[in-house]
């Protein structure tokens, strides 16, 4: 039986790299076979949101300020552990931005202010899985907490902020997390 598989694997083989021919079906099982990786993948990132995900690129801008990005489109600003701006995920292309006064995180949309809520200072508790989450409860017109979970490495591992008073919070996730 070895022997006959090999020789079924050899045939497919020859025919799916062997052909002179062009097939846009040969072609998608040819780029399946031939799958390369992403070089990005270790800095790849689940955004979900609002009922879909958007894989999103982490760059490091400083010690205290990371960009989520893909193409020119979506863009998420944290910096020193807070949303700040918001690119391409809020409708009719507007663009959020989000600034702490005080107590109050301040929502703005095209430079218009939306939304003042009031939020507790940030809150560090371990988790049971030997991470840290840092949570801060905030209101607005329903309560809602933003989240930073570190793992027991003290990688970022989970992001969950809102970024506008109209929708759910986003949740970024490492896509390599297997979660």
Same mark, same amino acid.
């Given at each position: 039986?070895?022997?006959?598989?090999? +020789?079924?694997?050899?045939?497919?083989?020859?025919?799916?790299?062997?052909?002179?021919?062009?097939?846009?079906?040969?072609?998608? +099982?040819?780029?399946?076979?031939?799958?390369?990786?992403?070089?990005?993948?270790?800095?790849?990132?689940?955004?979900?949101?609002?009922?879909?995900?958007?894989?999103?690129?982490?760059?490091?801008?400083?010690?205290?300020?990371?960009?989520?990005?893909?193409?020119?489109?979506?863009?998420?600003?944290?910096?020193?552990?807070?949303?700040?701006?918001?690119?391409?995920?809020?409708?009719?292309?507007?663009?959020?931005?989000?600034?702490?006064?005080?107590?109050?995180?301040?929502?703005?949309?095209?430079?218009?202010?939306?939304?003042?809520?009031?939020?507790?200072?940030?809150?560090?508790?371990?988790?049971?899985?030997?991470?840290?989450?840092?949570?801060?409860?905030?209101?607005?017109?329903?309560?809602?907490?933003?989240?930073?979970?570190?793992?027991?490495?003290?990688?970022?591992?989970?992001?969950?902020?809102?970024?506008?008073?109209?929708?759910?919070? +986003?949740?970024?996730?490492?896509?390599?997390?297997?979660?």
């Amino acid at each position: 039986m070895p022997f006959l598989r090999n +020789i079924a694997l050899l045939l497919v083989t020859t025919l799916l790299f062997g052909c002179s021919f062009h097939s846009r079906q040969l072609q998608a +099982i040819q780029q399946l076979v031939l799958r390369e990786p992403d070089p990005l993948e270790e800095f790849a990132w689940t955004a979900s949101w609002n009922g879909n995900q958007h894989r999103l690129y982490a760059i490091a801008v400083s010690e205290n300020q990371t960009l989520f990005a893909f193409d020119s489109y979506y863009l998420l600003n944290i910096e020193s552990g807070y949303l700040q701006d918001v690119q391409g995920f809020l409708p009719n292309e507007d663009a959020g931005r989000i600034e702490l006064q005080g107590e109050e995180l301040l929502y703005f949309v095209n430079d218009r202010l939306v939304a003042r809520h009031q939020c507790d200072p940030w809150v560090q508790k371990e988790t049971y899985q030997g991470g840290t989450q840092h949570s801060q409860n905030c209101n607005g017109r329903e309560p809602y907490i933003n989240t930073i979970d570190l793992d027991s490495n003290g990688l970022t591992s989970r992001l969950s902020f809102l970024m506008h008073p109209e929708y759910p919070s +986003i949740i970024l996730m490492p896509s390599n997390s297997g979660n």
